[in-house]
C-alpha cells in the first residue's frame, strides 16, 4: 500500500516507526461517538512493515508498505501526537479451499478488473494464480472492493475458505450492479 504521510502527527508516527520496529497499523475509523476526543476504530486492523521510505524536503513521506498481518487493538492511553494500540496477531484457520473456489475468485476479479479497466484506461489490477487463495482473496479485496464495511467484514474473517467465497460474492455483485447502471444510464 503507497502511503503519503502529511499530517504532522503521521510525519512523527512515520519517523518513530522508521527509527524502531517500521510496522504501523491501519485501521478503520468507524461512525460514533468521540471518545476523550478520538473517533471509535475498528478493533481488527492490518499491520504492516515500511518497506520503502522517502522523506521529502519539507518533511513529508512516501512509504510503501506491505501488508504483514490481521492485529485485534487494544487502544492504549492517548499519548500525544497519535494514537497508539497494543496488536495481537490473529492467525487463519487451518482450511482446505476448494480449487473451484479459488478459480471462480480470479475469475471474477479479473472480470470485474477487465470491466473497470474499459472504463477507465488508467486501471491496472492483475494477479499471480500461484499466489495462495488466501492472499487472493485479501489483494482483491484491498484493491477491488469498493465498500469500506465489506472489507472490514472481509478483514475480520479468520477462516480463508469463507473469505475467498465473500470476496467472490461480493466482486460478482459490485460487477453485476455496475453493469446494470451503465445499462440504465444508457436508457
Known amino acids: 500500500m503507497p502511503l503519503h504521510i502529511f499530517e504532522p502527527r503521521y510525519r512523527q508516527m512515520t519517523k518513530d516507526?522508521?527509527?524502531?520496529?517500521?510496522?504501523?497499523?491501519?485501521?478503520q475509523i468507524l461512525p460514533g461517538d468521540a471518545v476523550n476526543g478520538q473517533p471509535p476504530i475498528a478493533r481488527v486492523a492490518g499491520?504492516?512493515?515500511?518497506?520503502?521510505a522517502h522523506e521529502?524536503?519539507?518533511?513529508?513521506?512516501?512509504?510503501?508498505l506491505e501488508g504483514r498481518a490481521r492485529v485485534h487493538l487494544t487502544e492504549l492511553p492517548f499519548v500525544p501526537p497519535y494514537r497508539r494500540a497494543r496488536g495481537e496477531i490473529l492467525e487463519d484457520r487451518v482450511v482446505e479451499i476448494p480449487e473451484v473456489d479459488q478459480h471462480s475468485l480470479?475469475?471474477?476479479?479479473n472480470a470485474f478488473a477487465a470491466y473497470v479497466q474499459s472504463?477507465?484506461?488508467?486501471?491496472?489490477?492483475s494477479l499471480?494464480?500461484?499466489l495462495p487463495p488466501a492472499r487472493i482473496a485479501d489483494l482483491c479485496a484491498h484493491h477491488l472492493i469498493l465498500d469500506a464495511k465489506?472489507?472490514?467484514?472481509i478483514l475480520e474473517c479468520l477462516d480463508p475458505a469463507a473469505?475467498?467465497?465473500m470476496v467472490s460474492e461480493s466482486l460478482a455483485l459490485q460487477l453485476a450492479t455496475a453493469k446494470r447502471d451503465v445499462k440504465s444510464a444508457m436508457n
Not at 106 to 109: L, S
Request: charged share 25%.
Open 47 to 52: 499491520a504492516g512493515a515500511i518497506v520503502e
Open 106 to 109: 480470479i475469475a471474477v476479479a
Open 163 to 165: 473469505r475467498v467465497r
Open 128 to 130: 499471480a494464480p500461484s
Open 119 to 125: 472504463r477507465d484506461q488508467s486501471f491496472s489490477f
Open 56 to 64: 521529502l524536503p519539507d518533511g513529508r513521506f512516501n512509504i510503501l
Open 17 to 27: 516507526a522508521l527509527d524502531t520496529h517500521r510496522i504501523i497499523v491501519v485501521t
Open 150 to 153: 465489506e472489507r472490514q467484514a
